[in-house]
């Protein structure tokens, strides 16, 4: 049965923008793309001697397993370059999964949902966009809500429409 996973992009290094339509375009192979969420520049969060992000979130309806969706986005991540030289470093892309239906997965290497992605600005925002009430499986609020109780701070700034249009789900999914 397919779900409807929800997936956050980011890049700092390269043609950022070109980085994440690039990324979009690939998880494409793995299921079929319901909406993506304007560029947003944002501020590096927890090492912060680096460029600057551009992060966008995706929703992507996929029959793979969640772990098979983990080894296709890091097959992703490598064929794009990708060099892990150090955590939370400079990286061409960089893609998480944040929501998997409305399943909870704790396996080694992979937690879901997102285990930080309430903490951050440049996730729930774009996140926001596409789907203001997806539910957060363990924290029992809406992707509006968790932002709404974000403290002030984390810089993130709408730049470009991105891939899709920034149509909600509910929007893409009935028509309205």
């Known amino acids: 049965m397919a779900k409807l996973v929800y997936l956050s992009c980011g890049s700092n290094v390269g043609d950022r923008s070109a980085n994440l339509r690039v990324a979009i375009e690939r998880l ?12 947003y520049e944002t501020e ?27 080894e296709q986005a890091l097959a992703i991540e490598q064929e794009m370059g990708r060099i892990r030289l150090r955590d939370k470093g400079p990286r061409s892309i960089d893609i998480d999964i944040l929501l998997y239906g409305n399943e909870v997965i704790e396996e080694r290497g992979l937690k879901v949902p997102h285990p930080s992605m309430q903490e951050r600005r440049f996730v729930l925002e774009p996140l926001v966009e596409i789907a203001p009430d997806v539910i957060h499986p363990t924290l029992k609020k809406t992707a509006r809500e968790l932002l709404a109780q974000l ?18 789900i509910k929007n893409i999914v009935t028509g309205q």
């Open 151 to 168: 403290p002030a701070g984390q810089v993130v700034r709408r730049l470009e429409s991105g891939i899709g249009s920034g149509a909600t």
């Open 28 to 39: 494409k192979e793995v299921g079929t793309l319901r909406a993506a969420s304007g560029f």
């Open 44 to 70: 590096p969060v927890e090492l912060r001697a680096q460029p600057w992000f551009l992060n966008c979130v995706a929703a992507l309806e996929t029959r793979l397993s969640a772990g098979d969706l983990l």
